[in-house]
Structure formats: structure tokens, C-alpha cells
């Protein structure tokens, strides 16, 4: 079981970003997105079950929209009205048979600068 993000990098506040995760080896019903910024603990950003339904942290509601591809078995997540306080290290994970999150990617950095 493999998770695979990508499409991190540096950009300007207000502007938009899309990060990828490709999954390998299962598929998972609930797949999620975590975030680590410099020297803080690392945060949940949202979630995707299999029908779509999404769920936001309060500080990325409106700004960041998290959708799947079954049949690819990808998830994305869209972040538009990026801020300096979003820049960190991103995380895509899914949720194992004991409904934790147990599978994590390795991580893609996002950075915006002011």
C-alpha cells in the first residue's frame, strides 16, 4: 500500500495550488488531508469519504475543496486564497480498517510567500 502526494511548491498569497495523491495497493473509504507547519504539530485540513462527502478544518472552510476519483484512485485537494499561514508540509492519508488514519504519504511542501 502505497500514497503518493505531489504538486506542492512556492506561490504568492491569493493564489491557488492543486495537490494530488495517488493511492496503490487498496482503496480506502475515507482518505483525508494533514498539514505540518514549521515547528507546530501536524493538523487535520479536511476529509473524502467513497460518496464524496467532505469535511473542513475551520481554517481552510471556503478556501479548500478536497475531491476523489474512484476509479483513478486519486484524491485532490484544491486550495485557492492561499495565505503565509498555509505554507507547510502536506499530507495525504487514509483511513485503515480500524478507522484510524493509518496509510500517509510521504508529503508535499507548500509554501506562500507575502
Known amino acids: 500500500v502505497q500514497l503518493q502526494a505531489c504538486g506542492g511548491g512556492l506561490v504568492q498569497a491569493g493564489g491557488s495550488l492543486r495537490l494530488s495523491c495517488a493511492a496503490s495497493g487498496r482503496r480506502f473509504s475515507v482518505m483525508g488531508w494533514f498539514r505540518q507547519a514549521p515547528g507546530k504539530e501536524r493538523e487535520f485540513v479536511g476529509s473524502?469519504?467513497?460518496?464524496?462527502?467532505?469535511y473542513y478544518a475551520d481554517s481552510v472552510k471556503g478556501r479548500f475543496t478536497i475531491s476523489r476519483e474512484n476509479a483513478k484512485n486519486m484524491v485532490y485537494l484544491q486550495m485557492n486564497s492561499l495565505k503565509p499561514e498555509d505554507t507547510a508540509i502536506y499530507y495525504c492519508a487514509a483511513k485503515g480498517d480500524g478507522g484510524n488514519y493509518a496509510y500517509w504519504g510521504q508529503g508535499t511542501l507548500v509554501t506562500v510567500s507575502s
Open positions: 473524502i469519504n467513497w460518496s464524496g462527502s467532505t
